[in-house]
């Protein structure tokens, strides 16, 4: 899941995003806010798009965990996601917050045809060879269905990283300095991206400040993006590349000149595209 809000019943600002601090935690106020508006005993809950991309807010009940209501959010759009009856606000958000959990994910199921035989650019310089570290369903880390068909490039730091298809940068996280354990694991920088499809791809564990692209630039296959790293939760560097689709389900992806074909972990692979 894109995010999961615990804390939400406030007015927002609405403030562009500004330059974050080197390792400022992720918020989810990067990509939405949300505000309550009131009249009479009708209270109404708006969410607030900061995103370039859609999204999908999601309702689900705090006990069951069974889905209450999906909505979709334009990119920098509102719609109203709730609408509850009582004489005091602070009742109602009392009993939403005791009842309901609200999360998001990037992108949305009616906005999504991924198309699983799109032939990707390896995401390094044409003329380079890597390794695969890890490939779909790595013993190592890629066996969620969040990561089951990512796949790892033994880049270095510093190494260039291009754009495997063209598409929306839709976030850029640049600010983070450090690599470690299972505590860094939301503290990897990375640049995602909105294809035509609805698909979104993620280049992890870039380097500090190691991006070459803004939020909003429509980019093209082959384009060189940003640097490779070692931030987040990582014992080594590497690029860590995967596609999703709604609520952020890894899609297989295959590269041109091996379409159809999974990569394997340790061979070597070349960009002859």
Not at 121 to 139: A, D, I, M, T, W
Request: charged share 20%.
């Amino acid at each position: 899941m894109k995010g999961v809000l615990t804390a939400f019943f406030f007015i927002s600002c609405w403030v562009l995003n500004a330059q974050k601090a080197p390792d400022e935690p992720l918020s989810y106020q990067d990509d939405l806010d949300f505000e309550w508006q009131s009249e009479g005993t009708s209270h109404k809950l708006w969410a607030v798009s900061r995103s370039h991309a859609p999204i999908e807010v999601l309702l689900t009940d705090r006990s069951s965990q069974a889905e209450v209501r999906s909505v979709l959010l334009p990119s920098f759009e509102q719609i109203m996601v709730l609408e509850m009856t009582g004489p005091e606000l602070e009742a109602v958000r009392a009993k939403i917050r005791d009842s309901l959990q609200i999360g998001y994910y990037f992108g949305h199921p009616d906005l999504i045809k991924a198309d699983l035989n799109y032939p990707y650019l390896f995401p390094f310089r044409k003329g380079k060879k890597y390794e695969v570290s890890q490939g779909f369903n790595g013993k190592t880390s890629h066996h969620s269905e969040q990561s089951r068909y990512a796949i790892d490039f033994q880049l270095n730091v510093g190494e260039p990283v291009f754009a495997a298809r063209p598409g929306l940068v839709v976030k850029v996280v640049d600010w983070f300095t450090k690599q470690g354990g299972p505590e860094l694991r939301n503290a990897a920088n990375r640049i995602v991206v909105l294809h035509d499809d609805g698909t979104i791809a993620s280049y992890v564990h870039l380097q500090f400040q190691g991006s070459l692209v803004a939020e909003g630039q429509q980019i093209a296959a082959g384009e060189k993006i940003g640097f490779s790293g070692l931030t987040g939760y990582t014992n080594g560097p590497h690029l860590h590349f995967v596609v999703r689709k709604e609520r952020d389900q890894a899609i297989p992806v295959y590269f041109t000149g091996y379409e159809g074909k999974a990569l394997k972990q340790g061979k070597r692979y070349k960009r002859n595209h």
